[in-house]
């Protein structure tokens, strides 16, 4: 990359049209996460949104008023890592952060009732799943008998109803699971063995669910139902 040697966050294209990217430079085992916009056609020099020199950013979403919400994690290799979410305007105002998110856990997620789904734990910490308002503000929580433990690929999916799946790690087996937009869990569907690990990549234009694991991928259909590998 020109402007760093390290990026963590897939690039974004906003609803303003511009290509949202979020990483860092990590020297000498430092974190500095960097917000930065791009125009669509790579001209000019790109605009540098939000910075947090002692975080790595590892997710972000964008809401339909343009809002930005970036997952990060602050003293990434220090002895406990702590999970931060931070609502930044396209224009770089920080306008909230909220802390206690855990250091390794899934992508920002939002509902269409405007609930931003955030979550993760660490090596030893519970993992725990928040409902968050568009005001920073705790909706409510919900502990997982699990792990949401994804670093950067994901992990989440909201389908039109405000349906949340995540994918949750159980010791040597794995499951996907659908939450309500109120917290409340919805199902469970255990994935095929000899699979310990799921990450949900997406939904697809049809309504299927897709799901990467360490023993393929898979598509799922009509709440929890295998389509295919």
Not at 76 to 92: D, F, Q, S
Not at 108 to 123: M, N, Q, S, V, Y
Request: glycine share 16%; with cysteine; net charge negative.
């Amino acid at each position: 990359s020109q402007w760093w040697p390290h990026i963590e966050i897939h690039p974004m294209v906003g609803v303003d049209g511009r290509v949202y990217v979020a990483g860092g430079d990590i020297p000498n085992e430092r974190a500095h996460g960097t917000l930065l916009a791009f125009t669509r056609d790579g001209n000019g020099v790109p605009q540098e949104l939000f910075k947090r020199p002692s975080e790595q950013f590892t997710g972000m979403i964008q809401a339909p008023d343009s809002t930005l919400y970036i997952r990060s994690i602050d003293d990434i290799y220090g002895e406990a890592p702590l999970g931060r979410l931070h609502a930044v305007t396209p224009e770089g105002e920080h306008r909230w952060t909220f802390r206690g998110t855990g250091a390794y856990g899934i992508y920002p997620a939002l509902g269409p009732d405007g609930t931003i789904f955030a979550g993760g734990g660490g090596e030893e910490a519970p993992h725990r799943l928040f409902g968050i308002t568009p005001d920073g503000e705790q909706r409510w929580v919900r502990e997982i008998d699990g792990s949401l433990d994804d670093f950067t690929s994901g992990n989440s999916a909201v389908d039109g109803s405000g349906l949340l799946y995540v994918g949750v790690q159980l010791g040597e087996s794995c499951e996907v699971r659908a939450y309500e937009s109120d917290g409340e869990e919805r199902f469970r569907f255990p994935m095929p063995s000899p699979a310990r690990y799921a990450r949900v990549w997406g939904l697809g234009a049809d309504g299927a669910l897709w799901v990467y694991t360490d023993a393929g991928l898979y598509l799922l259909r009509e709440a929890g139902t295998t389509a295919g590998t």
